[in-house]
Protein backbone atom coordinates (compact mmCIF):
# COMPACT_ATOMS: atom_id res chain seq x y z
CA UNK A 1 0.00 0.00 0.00
CA UNK A 2 2.59 2.53 1.07
CA UNK A 3 4.48 1.65 -2.04
CA UNK A 4 1.36 2.38 -3.95
CA UNK A 5 0.98 5.47 -2.43
CA UNK A 6 4.35 6.49 -2.86
CA UNK A 7 4.38 5.76 -6.65
CA UNK A 8 0.90 8.15 -7.05
CA UNK A 9 3.19 10.80 -5.39
CA UNK A 10 6.17 10.49 -7.38
CA UNK A 11 4.07 10.51 -10.32
CA UNK A 12 2.14 13.45 -8.67
CA UNK A 13 5.21 15.13 -8.48
CA UNK A 14 7.09 14.34 -11.56
CA UNK A 15 3.95 15.76 -13.40
CA UNK A 16 3.90 19.52 -11.14
CA UNK A 17 7.82 19.71 -12.13
CA UNK A 18 7.12 18.96 -15.56
CA UNK A 19 4.75 21.59 -15.96
CA UNK A 20 6.52 24.16 -13.91
CA UNK A 21 9.60 23.91 -15.96
CA UNK A 22 7.54 23.64 -19.57
CA UNK A 23 9.49 25.50 -22.53
CA UNK A 24 8.28 28.62 -24.26
CA UNK A 25 8.83 29.18 -27.25
CA UNK A 26 9.17 32.77 -28.73
CA UNK A 27 8.58 33.77 -32.90
CA UNK A 28 8.29 36.61 -34.68
CA UNK A 29 6.93 36.70 -38.37
CA UNK A 30 7.45 32.67 -38.59
CA UNK A 31 11.26 33.04 -37.34
CA UNK A 32 12.02 32.03 -33.51
CA UNK A 33 13.48 34.91 -31.18
CA UNK A 34 15.07 34.53 -27.96
CA UNK A 35 13.25 37.10 -26.07
CA UNK A 36 15.64 37.26 -23.14
CA UNK A 37 18.46 38.24 -25.55
CA UNK A 38 18.66 41.56 -25.93
CA UNK A 39 21.17 40.67 -29.31
CA UNK A 40 18.30 38.79 -31.07
CA UNK A 41 15.47 41.11 -30.53
CA UNK A 42 17.12 44.74 -31.56
CA UNK A 43 15.34 46.55 -34.10
CA UNK A 44 12.11 43.98 -34.52
CA UNK A 45 8.89 45.52 -34.84
CA UNK A 46 6.42 43.42 -34.85
CA UNK A 47 4.34 41.27 -32.74
CA UNK A 48 6.33 38.53 -30.41
CA UNK A 49 4.43 35.09 -29.63
CA UNK A 50 5.49 32.69 -27.17
CA UNK A 51 3.40 29.69 -26.88
CA UNK A 52 4.22 26.05 -24.70
CA UNK A 53 6.54 24.02 -26.96
CA UNK A 54 4.78 20.70 -25.78
CA UNK A 55 0.88 21.98 -26.97
CA UNK A 56 1.47 24.66 -29.05
CA UNK A 57 -0.73 27.11 -26.65
CA UNK A 58 -0.14 30.63 -26.90
CA UNK A 59 1.17 32.15 -23.65
CA UNK A 60 2.02 35.70 -24.46
CA UNK A 61 1.76 38.16 -26.92
CA UNK A 62 4.05 41.64 -26.93
CA UNK A 63 4.43 44.05 -29.83
CA UNK A 64 7.98 45.42 -30.22
CA UNK A 65 9.16 49.11 -32.21
CA UNK A 66 12.60 48.79 -32.99
CA UNK A 67 13.58 46.48 -30.87
CA UNK A 68 11.34 47.55 -27.71
CA UNK A 69 8.38 46.64 -26.16
CA UNK A 70 5.91 49.36 -26.94
CA UNK A 71 2.30 48.75 -27.51
CA UNK A 72 -0.29 46.01 -27.33
CA UNK A 73 0.80 42.95 -24.67
CA UNK A 74 -1.13 40.01 -24.03
CA UNK A 75 -1.53 37.39 -21.61
CA UNK A 76 -2.81 33.94 -21.38
CA UNK A 77 -3.58 30.91 -19.24
CA UNK A 78 -1.41 27.73 -19.54
CA UNK A 79 -4.94 26.61 -21.55
CA UNK A 80 -4.09 29.09 -23.77
CA UNK A 81 -7.23 31.56 -22.66
CA UNK A 82 -6.54 35.25 -22.44
CA UNK A 83 -6.29 36.63 -18.96
CA UNK A 84 -5.09 40.19 -19.49
CA UNK A 85 -4.80 42.45 -22.45
CA UNK A 86 -3.08 45.99 -22.60
CA UNK A 87 -0.41 48.27 -23.68
CA UNK A 88 2.17 49.51 -22.19
CA UNK A 89 4.59 52.68 -23.16
CA UNK A 90 8.33 53.03 -23.02
CA UNK A 91 8.68 52.86 -19.37
CA UNK A 92 6.91 49.29 -19.35
CA UNK A 93 3.63 51.38 -17.77
CA UNK A 94 0.40 50.33 -18.71
CA UNK A 95 -1.02 53.05 -20.97
CA UNK A 96 -4.62 53.28 -22.19
CA UNK A 97 -7.42 50.53 -21.86
CA UNK A 98 -6.38 47.64 -19.30
CA UNK A 99 -8.71 44.44 -19.59
CA UNK A 100 -8.97 41.24 -17.38
CA UNK A 101 -10.73 37.95 -18.15
CA UNK A 102 -12.82 34.62 -16.23
CA UNK A 103 -11.18 31.30 -17.46
CA UNK A 104 -14.71 31.93 -19.71
CA UNK A 105 -13.94 34.63 -21.71
CA UNK A 106 -15.97 37.00 -19.79
CA UNK A 107 -14.43 40.49 -19.04
CA UNK A 108 -13.13 40.86 -15.34
CA UNK A 109 -12.09 44.25 -15.63
CA UNK A 110 -11.76 47.16 -17.35
CA UNK A 111 -10.19 50.19 -16.69
CA UNK A 112 -8.20 53.26 -18.33
CA UNK A 113 -4.41 53.54 -17.33
CA UNK A 114 -2.18 57.09 -17.65
CA UNK A 115 1.76 55.80 -17.78
CA UNK A 116 0.81 53.05 -14.98
CA UNK A 117 -1.82 54.96 -12.88
CA UNK A 118 -5.30 54.33 -13.31
CA UNK A 119 -7.33 56.90 -14.01
CA UNK A 120 -11.40 57.30 -14.69
CA UNK A 121 -13.45 54.19 -14.65
CA UNK A 122 -13.28 51.00 -13.32
CA UNK A 123 -15.50 48.29 -14.10
CA UNK A 124 -15.87 44.75 -12.65
CA UNK A 125 -17.66 41.71 -13.34
CA UNK A 126 -18.20 38.39 -12.36
CA UNK A 127 -17.72 35.01 -14.50
CA UNK A 128 -21.62 35.55 -15.24
CA UNK A 129 -21.12 38.71 -16.90
CA UNK A 130 -23.11 40.38 -14.23
CA UNK A 131 -21.33 43.70 -12.94
CA UNK A 132 -19.70 43.59 -9.64
CA UNK A 133 -18.24 46.69 -8.63
CA UNK A 134 -18.09 50.41 -10.79
CA UNK A 135 -15.89 53.16 -9.03
CA UNK A 136 -14.61 56.66 -10.65
CA UNK A 137 -10.63 57.06 -9.84
CA UNK A 138 -9.69 60.68 -9.78
CA UNK A 139 -5.98 62.43 -8.65
CA UNK A 140 -5.40 58.40 -7.29
CA UNK A 141 -8.23 58.45 -5.06
CA UNK A 142 -11.51 56.24 -5.17
CA UNK A 143 -13.95 59.21 -5.37
CA UNK A 144 -17.08 56.70 -6.79
CA UNK A 145 -17.80 53.63 -5.66
CA UNK A 146 -20.70 51.00 -6.45
CA UNK A 147 -20.45 47.46 -5.86
CA UNK A 148 -23.39 44.74 -5.86
CA UNK A 149 -24.10 41.27 -4.62
CA UNK A 150 -24.69 38.10 -6.68
CA UNK A 151 -28.22 39.31 -7.29
CA UNK A 152 -27.48 42.28 -8.85
CA UNK A 153 -28.18 44.70 -5.58
CA UNK A 154 -26.59 47.41 -4.51
CA UNK A 155 -24.25 46.24 -1.72
CA UNK A 156 -22.05 49.21 -0.93
CA UNK A 157 -21.76 52.75 -2.21
CA UNK A 158 -19.44 55.24 -1.73
CA UNK A 159 -20.85 59.14 -3.55
CA UNK A 160 -18.23 62.03 -4.85
CA UNK A 161 -18.50 65.54 -3.78
CA UNK A 162 -19.76 66.03 -7.54
CA UNK A 163 -21.40 63.90 -10.20
CA UNK A 164 -18.25 61.91 -12.20
CA UNK A 165 -20.19 59.09 -14.29
CA UNK A 166 -24.01 58.40 -14.84
CA UNK A 167 -24.11 55.49 -12.57
CA UNK A 168 -23.75 57.70 -9.33
CA UNK A 169 -26.51 60.56 -10.38
CA UNK A 170 -29.51 58.88 -8.75
CA UNK A 171 -27.78 56.70 -5.93
CA UNK A 172 -25.84 60.11 -4.88
CA UNK A 173 -28.63 62.03 -5.00
CA UNK A 174 -27.85 64.25 -7.82
CA UNK A 175 -31.03 63.97 -9.34
CA UNK A 176 -32.66 64.99 -5.70
CA UNK A 177 -32.61 63.72 -2.24
CA UNK A 178 -31.94 59.66 -2.66
CA UNK A 179 -32.68 57.13 0.12
CA UNK A 180 -30.85 53.78 -1.00
CA UNK A 181 -30.88 50.69 0.33
CA UNK A 182 -28.11 48.64 0.61
CA UNK A 183 -28.63 44.73 0.69
CA UNK A 184 -26.14 41.80 2.16
CA UNK A 185 -24.43 38.95 0.16
CA UNK A 186 -27.30 36.89 0.50
CA UNK A 187 -29.85 39.22 -0.21
CA UNK A 188 -31.22 40.55 2.98
CA UNK A 189 -31.21 44.39 3.64
CA UNK A 190 -27.97 45.59 5.24
CA UNK A 191 -28.68 49.16 5.83
CA UNK A 192 -29.88 52.38 3.63
CA UNK A 193 -27.91 55.55 2.62
CA UNK A 194 -29.17 59.18 2.40
CA UNK A 195 -27.16 61.40 0.13
CA UNK A 196 -28.17 64.84 -1.16
CA UNK A 197 -26.05 66.10 -3.80
CA UNK A 198 -23.14 63.89 -3.08
CA UNK A 199 -23.62 64.67 0.60
CA UNK A 200 -24.17 62.19 3.47
CA UNK A 201 -27.22 63.13 5.71
CA UNK A 202 -27.82 59.70 7.07
CA UNK A 203 -26.39 56.00 7.30
CA UNK A 204 -28.16 53.22 8.85
CA UNK A 205 -26.92 49.86 9.01
CA UNK A 206 -28.98 46.33 10.43
CA UNK A 207 -27.88 43.09 12.10
CA UNK A 208 -28.33 40.01 9.31
CA UNK A 209 -31.39 38.96 11.60
CA UNK A 210 -32.84 42.58 10.72
CA UNK A 211 -32.09 43.96 14.20
CA UNK A 212 -30.74 47.65 13.96
CA UNK A 213 -27.14 48.14 14.51
CA UNK A 214 -25.93 51.89 13.85
CA UNK A 215 -27.28 54.85 12.87
CA UNK A 216 -25.37 58.47 11.83
CA UNK A 217 -27.08 61.48 10.87
CA UNK A 218 -27.36 65.28 11.04
CA UNK A 219 -28.61 67.01 13.56
CA UNK A 220 -28.79 70.65 13.95
CA UNK A 221 -25.65 70.88 11.85
CA UNK A 222 -23.98 68.24 14.39
CA UNK A 223 -23.52 64.86 13.54
CA UNK A 224 -24.38 62.29 15.96
CA UNK A 225 -23.45 58.35 15.82
CA UNK A 226 -25.56 55.71 17.54
CA UNK A 227 -24.95 52.07 17.93
CA UNK A 228 -27.28 49.76 18.95
CA UNK A 229 -27.13 46.11 20.15
CA UNK A 230 -29.30 43.23 21.15
CA UNK A 231 -26.97 41.80 23.66
CA UNK A 232 -27.46 40.99 27.14
CA UNK A 233 -31.40 42.33 25.93
CA UNK A 234 -33.88 39.80 27.87
CA UNK A 235 -36.38 40.95 24.68
CA UNK A 236 -33.39 40.13 22.64
CA UNK A 237 -34.27 43.25 20.53
CA UNK A 238 -31.60 46.08 19.89
CA UNK A 239 -31.35 48.99 22.22
CA UNK A 240 -29.13 52.08 22.29
CA UNK A 241 -26.30 51.56 24.03
CA UNK A 242 -23.74 54.56 22.56
CA UNK A 243 -24.73 57.73 21.24
CA UNK A 244 -22.27 61.04 20.20
CA UNK A 245 -22.49 64.13 19.52
CA UNK A 246 -20.11 65.68 18.08
CA UNK A 247 -19.88 69.76 17.77
CA UNK A 248 -20.64 71.29 14.44
CA UNK A 249 -17.85 71.87 11.60
CA UNK A 250 -16.70 70.49 7.90
CA UNK A 251 -16.24 67.00 8.66
CA UNK A 252 -18.51 64.41 6.56
CA UNK A 253 -21.01 62.51 8.89
CA UNK A 254 -19.01 59.31 9.11
CA UNK A 255 -15.83 60.62 10.43
CA UNK A 256 -15.10 60.52 13.82
CA UNK A 257 -12.97 62.74 14.39
CA UNK A 258 -13.58 66.08 15.55
CA UNK A 259 -14.22 67.54 19.11
CA UNK A 260 -17.00 65.90 21.39
CA UNK A 261 -20.06 67.87 22.63
CA UNK A 262 -21.78 64.39 24.34
CA UNK A 263 -21.10 60.89 24.92
CA UNK A 264 -24.30 58.80 26.51
CA UNK A 265 -24.21 55.19 27.07
CA UNK A 266 -27.02 53.12 27.81
CA UNK A 267 -26.95 49.59 29.73
CA UNK A 268 -28.63 46.01 27.72
CA UNK A 269 -32.01 47.01 29.78
CA UNK A 270 -32.40 50.71 28.01
CA UNK A 271 -31.25 52.16 31.40
CA UNK A 272 -28.73 55.06 30.89
CA UNK A 273 -25.69 54.48 32.97
CA UNK A 274 -23.20 57.51 32.08
CA UNK A 275 -23.57 60.93 30.36
CA UNK A 276 -20.51 62.74 29.42
CA UNK A 277 -20.81 66.58 28.49
CA UNK A 278 -17.67 68.48 26.48
CA UNK A 279 -17.15 71.86 25.84
CA UNK A 280 -14.48 72.41 23.36
CA UNK A 281 -13.42 68.92 23.28
CA UNK A 282 -13.01 69.56 27.23
CA UNK A 283 -15.11 67.27 29.49
CA UNK A 284 -16.65 69.30 32.21
CA UNK A 285 -19.34 66.92 33.56
CA UNK A 286 -20.25 63.66 34.21
CA UNK A 287 -23.27 61.64 35.49
CA UNK A 288 -23.14 57.63 35.89
CA UNK A 289 -26.02 55.56 36.88
CA UNK A 290 -26.41 52.31 38.46
CA UNK A 291 -28.90 49.66 36.10
CA UNK A 292 -31.26 50.18 38.56
CA UNK A 293 -31.58 53.83 38.06
CA UNK A 294 -29.71 55.32 41.12
CA UNK A 295 -27.12 57.84 40.82
CA UNK A 296 -23.91 56.22 40.90
CA UNK A 297 -21.02 58.77 40.03
CA UNK A 298 -21.52 62.70 39.70
CA UNK A 299 -18.55 65.32 38.37
CA UNK A 300 -18.48 68.70 37.35
CA UNK A 301 -15.44 70.78 36.34
CA UNK A 302 -14.80 74.50 37.12
CA UNK A 303 -12.68 77.07 35.21
CA UNK A 304 -9.51 75.86 32.79
CA UNK A 305 -6.08 75.15 33.34
CA UNK A 306 -4.01 75.15 36.09
CA UNK A 307 -7.03 77.11 37.92
CA UNK A 308 -9.25 73.95 36.98
CA UNK A 309 -10.94 71.99 39.92
CA UNK A 310 -12.95 68.73 39.91
CA UNK A 311 -16.13 67.89 42.12
CA UNK A 312 -17.07 64.29 42.16
CA UNK A 313 -19.34 62.66 44.43
CA UNK A 314 -20.04 59.17 44.54
CA UNK A 315 -23.03 56.96 45.75
CA UNK A 316 -24.34 53.69 46.61
CA UNK A 317 -27.20 51.64 44.66
CA UNK A 318 -29.26 53.26 46.78
CA UNK A 319 -28.32 56.66 45.99
CA UNK A 320 -27.12 57.56 49.20
CA UNK A 321 -24.11 59.42 48.59
CA UNK A 322 -20.91 57.73 49.75
CA UNK A 323 -17.83 60.47 48.70
CA UNK A 324 -17.41 63.89 48.02
CA UNK A 325 -13.65 64.92 46.36
CA UNK A 326 -12.24 67.66 45.06
CA UNK A 327 -9.49 67.77 43.03
CA UNK A 328 -6.91 69.75 41.15
CA UNK A 329 -5.92 69.55 37.40
CA UNK A 330 -2.33 67.78 36.94
CA UNK A 331 -1.75 67.67 32.80
CA UNK A 332 -4.49 66.34 30.60
CA UNK A 333 -6.31 64.37 33.41
CA UNK A 334 -6.74 64.87 36.83
CA UNK A 335 -5.09 62.78 39.17
CA UNK A 336 -5.28 62.58 43.11
CA UNK A 337 -4.33 65.51 43.24
CA UNK A 338 -6.63 66.85 46.49
CA UNK A 339 -7.47 70.31 47.49
CA UNK A 340 -9.88 71.67 50.49
CA UNK A 341 -12.39 69.22 51.96
CA UNK A 342 -12.59 65.18 50.92
CA UNK A 343 -15.52 63.43 52.81
CA UNK A 344 -17.01 60.10 53.09
CA UNK A 345 -20.25 59.19 54.35
CA UNK A 346 -22.28 56.17 56.59
CA UNK A 347 -24.79 54.43 55.07
CA UNK A 348 -27.43 56.34 56.81
CA UNK A 349 -25.97 59.60 54.74
CA UNK A 350 -24.21 61.17 57.75
CA UNK A 351 -20.60 62.61 57.51
CA UNK A 352 -18.23 59.49 58.68
CA UNK A 353 -14.44 61.65 57.59
CA UNK A 354 -13.26 64.72 55.99
CA UNK A 355 -9.79 65.25 54.59
CA UNK A 356 -8.68 68.72 54.35
CA UNK A 357 -6.00 69.33 52.05
CA UNK A 358 -4.07 72.73 51.51
CA UNK A 359 -4.23 75.56 48.68
CA UNK A 360 -1.83 74.60 46.44
CA UNK A 361 2.08 75.77 47.18
CA UNK A 362 4.49 77.17 44.44
CA UNK A 363 5.17 74.42 42.87
CA UNK A 364 1.19 73.15 42.82
CA UNK A 365 1.59 70.98 45.66
CA UNK A 366 -1.35 70.45 48.20
CA UNK A 367 -0.68 68.04 51.81
CA UNK A 368 -3.26 66.48 54.56
CA UNK A 369 -3.27 69.48 57.23
CA UNK A 370 -6.58 68.14 59.26
CA UNK A 371 -8.68 65.33 59.73
CA UNK A 372 -12.03 64.55 61.33
CA UNK A 373 -14.24 61.61 62.18
CA UNK A 374 -17.73 60.94 63.31
CA UNK A 375 -19.95 57.85 64.19
CA UNK A 376 -23.03 57.07 62.30
CA UNK A 377 -24.81 58.95 65.21
CA UNK A 378 -22.80 61.99 64.21
CA UNK A 379 -20.51 62.32 66.99
CA UNK A 380 -17.33 63.11 66.31
CA UNK A 381 -14.92 61.37 67.51
CA UNK A 382 -11.97 62.54 66.53
CA UNK A 383 -10.83 65.83 65.46
CA UNK A 384 -6.72 66.07 64.70
CA UNK A 385 -3.74 68.66 62.98
CA UNK A 386 -1.92 67.10 60.48
CA UNK A 387 1.44 68.58 60.56
CA UNK A 388 4.42 69.22 57.78
CA UNK A 389 5.92 65.51 58.79
CA UNK A 390 2.85 63.64 58.36
CA UNK A 391 2.34 63.03 62.64
CA UNK A 392 -0.53 64.65 63.77
CA UNK A 393 -2.28 66.95 66.63
CA UNK A 394 -5.05 65.76 68.52
CA UNK A 395 -7.26 69.11 69.24
CA UNK A 396 -8.62 69.12 72.81
CA UNK A 397 -11.77 67.87 73.51
CA UNK A 398 -12.47 65.05 70.96
CA UNK A 399 -12.81 62.01 71.88
CA UNK A 400 -10.22 59.59 72.06
CA UNK A 401 -7.61 62.50 72.89
Not at 282 to 304: F, M, P
Amino acid sequence: MMQLVYAAFLIATLSISTRAEAIIRCEMNGKPVNSNNGAETAGLTGLLRCREEDTGRLQREQELRDGKYLGVERFFDREGKLTRERSVNERGNSQGPVREFWPNGQVKLEEVAENGETRGVVRTFAQSGKPQRVSFVQDRQTVFSLEYNEQGQINRLQCPATSVMAEDRKPCGFEGRADTVLFGNKGEKSGQRTFDKGRLLEAINWQTDGSLASQQLFDGGRRVHRNYSAQGNSTSKAVLREERVFEDDDSVLNSTRGKLQSLKLWGSNGQIIEYRRYTEGREVALDRWYLNGAIKERAITSATGAEARLLRESFNDAGVMTRREQLMASGREYERNYTGPQQAFHDNGKLAFEDTWSAPDERGRTRLIARKQWDESGRLIADDEILEDGSRKRKAGSVGS
